[in-house]
């Protein structure tokens, strides 16, 4: 269970922000606004939540720095075959601790995926499991943890989560 | 990118509480109430996000003034032949910024539709691009602009989003 | 309509707090420790939207102590043949009022669901209609009223929502 513990209300402010302004960069496809939410040396990665709970270490994704993202944006944006699809991210239950420096965040996340010509529909939901730090007067993710719950849609991911 | 702007704590309490009244007043089907939350000559546009994006000016439904969404009320509740359905609103990411005589206000919606003997199922998703003031004492919106992802199911819009 | 009354913020913030760790707590399937979010005689009752509002009593699931909640998780963990899923709690609009001695809170959920192999989808949208009280320094529910849209799916209810 986790606790309730103290974190100060400017902070709470400034993560909810942080998890605000992530969804609209995504779900604007401003993709190439999006590593700049991560630190330079920050892990992303996105594992089902069978292979994470058995300790098993095979990730859908795994980047471990910035300049990884910028990478798979590159290939998102010029690179990738894919039919494009619109995002909408439903985050809720944010819930910082605080420890030595910086945050521990958990949120749960729904996104909402939307073909041309088709009807919207659950793509992918799951929690996020993340350490947000102070980086030069901005928070950012030092590590992003996605954690989905079904393994059958995230097989055709081509957008950050 | 949105950026993370001063916006006064005991303002964000009352921005998120009138998106919870929002989506409660709806939810609950009390159509009657749901002009109240605008200004007297406030506009509410519902438009797909394609035309949105391409600056299409054509929309779904339009209305420039309060007395205009009374008479939609009316129309539902009334005159407008339409299978019922229940309507609950999840609106996350609230993120407001402040202006000259108001906020601007940004979130994500999805809406979740019940049909009798049916199951629940994504009725709309897409996001809120507001204007919000006070106005008298109380927020009000003097602009919500639903900006939907999917033009499918909106077609047979009945209830406000 | 539901009134924007005065909540001092760090009640606010316990309040969000405790709708937070509950969904997280349901959702790691930490069943054992659902009970504890609620008092020692508090109730907890999942009806439809329909029987709800015509004010007949026939409820889904009905609790009238902890104790009975603990045996529902002896149940659900122990006894009661059922496939497994995965539950993601979506709540959202989580709007207080404070009475005399404790918090009427609202809030919107949606609960999506994710079997092996499949993939995730809505499952329970509904609202709470929740009791909340500080017990011993805790905020826990006295009263926990699940009211959800769809009479389908909630027929195969097994976990807690």
């Known amino acids: 269970m986790i606790a309730a513990d103290a974190v100060a209300l400017e902070d709470r402010v400034r993560i909810d922000d942080l998890y605000a302004r992530y969804a609209a960069v995504l779900d604007d496809a401003d993709f190439e606004a999006w590593p700049d939410f991560f630190t330079g040396d920050a892990t992303y990665k996105v594992i089902a939540r069978e292979n994470h709970d058995r300790g098993l270490p095979l990730a859908l994704l795994a980047f471990e ?10 290939a998102v944006t010029q ?8 995002q909408r ?18 949120a749960n996340y729904c996104v909402v995926r939307t073909k041309a010509g088709a009807l919207s529909e659950v793509y992918s939901a799951g929690r996020y ?33």
Chains 1, 2, 3 share one sequence.
Request: aromatic share 12%; hydrophobic share 40%; no cysteine.
């Open 65 to 74: 720095s910035r300049d990884m993202l910028r990478d798979r944006v590159y």
């Open 79 to 86: 690179t990738l075959f894919h039919e494009p699809y619109y």
């Open 89 to 106: 991210h439903l985050i809720t239950g944010i819930h910082a601790r605080r420890d030595d420096d910086g945050f521990a965040v958990r």
């Open 129 to 161: 499991d993340d350490r947000v730090v102070d980086d030069g007067g901005d928070l950012r993710f030092a590590r992003k943890l996605v954690v989905f719950d079904s393994e059958l849609i995230p097989n055709s991911l081509i957008y950050p989560l």
